[in-house]
């Protein structure tokens, strides 16, 4: 079964300062792979997925990431953080089957400050 | 735009008492998953159901029961609540089941004393 890793709990960035979430993933294929964020109280938001092809993805809120099949791994990046990027982020992975739901990594909580 | 819907936000059990948690989802989506969320542990998947009629057990299904009688609700049942079941728990839906975004309800918290 696929399982995902986020291997930093919490986070502190400055703001303007670049960001790199960082997400490792077990799955024998290429799986499908999304990464998630959520504000405090709120549901979680899809930012970008990967499925195939270009393995450089771009997602909402300026945020972007990068698929590496020899790493094992799908790590987010924003060149430049504001405030109202402090939220919990969750790497997902599925398999490519199609046919199972998605498991999620433990979360990564990005606080910023001035 | 509704999306996912839970009723109710908050709620707070006794110990064996029995609720509903309740979800729906106005997009026309097959797929629906509750998820609970627990403090530095992620979400874990607890049901999920491709259809009307067709439920099945995700990573963490004791204690909890499903049913899916129509597309768009897929109430959480706790028969007999536990303290161990104090936790955010998320409803979500999904177009197909693992390769298209999936919407999230914003979440009940629960909690068991």
């Known amino acids: 079964a696929q399982s995902v890793t986020q291997p930093d709990i919490h986070i502190t960035v400055s703001e303007g300062a670049s960001l790199e979430l960082r997400c490792n993933y077990s799955?024998?294929?290429?799986?499908?792979l999304f990464w998630y964020v959520q504000s405090p109280g709120q549901g979680l938001q899809l930012l970008l997925k990967?499925?195939?092809?270009?393995?450089l993805v771009q997602g909402i809120k300026g945020f972007e990431a990068e698929f590496k099949r020899s790493q094992s791994s799908f790590n987010l990046r924003k060149p430049s953080v504001h405030w109202s990027d402090a939220a919990e982020y969750f790497c997902a992975v599925a398999e490519n089957s199609g046919n199972t739901p998605l498991v999620f990594g433990k979360g990564t909580r990005l606080s910023v400050i001035a | 735009n509704a999306g996912v819907t839970q009723t109710p936000k908050f709620r707070i059990l006794k110990i064996g008492q029995s609720m509903t948690l309740q979800c729906t989802q106005d997009?026309?989506?097959?797929?629906m998953y509750w998820y609970r969320q627990d403090p530095g542990m992620g979400l874990k998947l607890i049901y999920y159901s491709v259809g009307a009629g067709i439920t099945d057990k995700g990573e963490v299904p004791n204690g909890y029961n499903v049913s899916r009688s129509t597309t768009e609700d897929f109430p959480l049942r706790l028969e007999l609540a536990a303290p161990s079941q104090t936790s955010v728990y998320f409803c979500?839906?999904?177009?197909?089941?693992?390769?298209?975004?999936?919407?999230f309800g914003q979440g009940t918290r629960l909690t068991v004393v």
């Open positions: 990967y499925f195939s092809g270009d393995t």
């Open positions: 799955y024998g294929a290429t799986p499908y």
């Open positions: 979500a839906s999904s177009f197909d089941v693992s390769n298209t975004e999936a919407f």
């Open positions: 997009m026309n989506h097959n797929y």
